[in-house]
């Protein structure tokens, strides 16, 4: 948590609006009124829709300096970036399309296909201009390369989450 929220002393008790996911403590009554964690999360961003619950049903969510654990991050992916990539995206618009609008989702998705797009064009050139790295980047390439149809806004997952929100306005 340290090395990534940056933004504020951590040195004592202090009210935030977000802590993230891998060490949080609940009353279980407030647990149970906000429902829990959303298990259409499969990963990422969870904290921030629990976070975001939390304080809408008028509780405070807090940092303590006093409890801590060590993490060890990244072992549910292991070595596959493409997964991991589309999960983190998957469950960075459902938080966008449950918190904020479609529209802004739907902005997300793009810049997310053109970050995909610059990353693909980068590793790319990386190949043909770097020797030593040409392995690293025929990976790279080919993660990428699969990534850029899944994120196109007509895709099946676009046209989904799209009829799931529709779904859900009605």
């Not at 935030?16 to 009554?29: E, I, N, S």
């Not at 997964?83 to 966008?96: A, G, K, W």
């Not at 997310?112 to 790279?140: E, H, P, Q």
Request: glycine share 8%; with cysteine.
């Amino acid at each position: 948590l340290r090395s990534r929220m940056l933004e504020w002393d951590h040195d004592e008790d202090r009210d935030v609006r977000v802590l993230l996911g891998a060490f949080m403590l609940f009353p279980r009554r407030v647990y149970a009124e906000i429902g829990g964690f959303d298990e259409g999360f499969k990963f990422f961003v969870e904290e921030f829709d629990i976070c975001e619950r939390v304080h809408a049903a008028g509780y405070r969510v807090a940092f303590t300096p006093r409890a801590s654990i060590y993490h060890l991050g990244g072992k549910s992916f292991g070595a596959e970036p493409l997964r991991y990539y589309l999960t983190f995206q998957q469950s960075r618009e459902r938080y966008f399309r449950k918190h904020q609008s479609a529209l802004q989702a739907n902005i997300l998705r793009i810049s997310a296909f053109a970050g995909i797009f610059l990353r693909l064009v980068g590793w790319t050139l990386a190949g043909i201009l770097m020797g030593s790295r040409r392995a690293r980047a025929k990976s790279m390439v080919d993660v990428y390369r699969r990534a850029l149809p899944k994120l196109l806004p007509l895709s099946s997952t676009w046209t989904e989450a799209n009829q799931a929100q529709h779904s859900a306005e009605k």
